[in-house]
């Protein structure tokens, strides 16, 4: 606990050096659900019925901003093959960039997202069930691009290829996300997605520290 202490202090360190970059998702998010009115209209009854979907497709497209940035820093300066001869395994290193990432990226636009919400006119009994398939999905969706990110370290300008890569494999967590609420709107048993998604949280938190660390071991060789 006491190394992992330590990289959370020193990623949350470096991030702080760099927190316009974490602005940007929440920043982008804001822009899509504002601009999203303007082009479909300002009538409360279909912005209802499209508000979950907008916000999680905002949500998704925001946090794939800074996924190019998860390790790039680190492999430029060098410190990042300094860590892999580290006496610290390379997977706790990988979990700790991954909490930082969701901390400061996911975590403010969860906080942003009631806001959002009043925006687009989503039904207050609704929120609820966005926020938990939102919590889960984006914690889901920082352990995916963990790997994706891992695998196209080596790979200069690989921001498209990553997009390319992450984006089929966020499309799951964005169906049972938003199918979430869509049927908590239509009065039909939602918690089944739900389970699904944290079903699938449980599997990554086991696979993808160990995925990404033995992508990240390729890139360096």
Avoid at 105 to 130: E, G, R, S, Y
Avoid at 132 to 141: A, P, Q, V, Y
Avoid at 189 to 215: E, K, N, Q, T
Wanted: proline share 6%; hydrophobic share 65%; glycine share 6%.
């Amino acid at each position: 606990m006491r190394e992992l202490r330590a990289l959370l202090a020193r990623d949350l360190g470096l991030m702080w050096q760099k927190r316009s970059d974490a602005a940007q998702p929440m920043l982008f998010a804001l822009m899509v659900c504002v601009m999203f009115p303007l082009a479909m209209g300002s009538e409360p009854a279909r912005l209802e019925q499209s508000a979950s979907a907008v916000i999680w497709v905002a949500h998704l497209l925001a946090g794939m901003l800074v996924l190019d940035n998860l390790y790039r820093s680190d492999f430029e300066d060098g410190s990042l093959e300094q860590l892999l001869l580290a006496p610290v395994p390379l997977p706790m290193v990988i979990a700790s960039k991954v909490a930082v990432h969701w901390l400061t990226t996911a975590l403010p636009l969860l906080v942003l997202t009631p806001l959002l919400a009043q925006l687009l006119f989503l039904p207050m009994n609704l929120l609820a069930v966005l926020m938990l398939s939102l919590l889960i999905g984006s914690l889901l969706m920082s352990l995916i691009g963990a790997v994706v990110a891992a695998l196209t370290l080596g790979i200069r300008r690989s921001g498209l290829l990553l997009a390319l890569m992450a984006l089929p494999m966020y499309v799951p967590v964005l169906v049972f996300g938003a199918g979430s609420v869509w049927s908590a709107g239509q009065g039909l048993p939602w918690l089944g997605a739900i389970y699904l998604m944290c079903a699938g949280l449980v599997l990554l938190i086991v696979l993808a520290p160990w995925a990404a660390a033995s992508a990240l071991r390729l890139a360096l060789s």
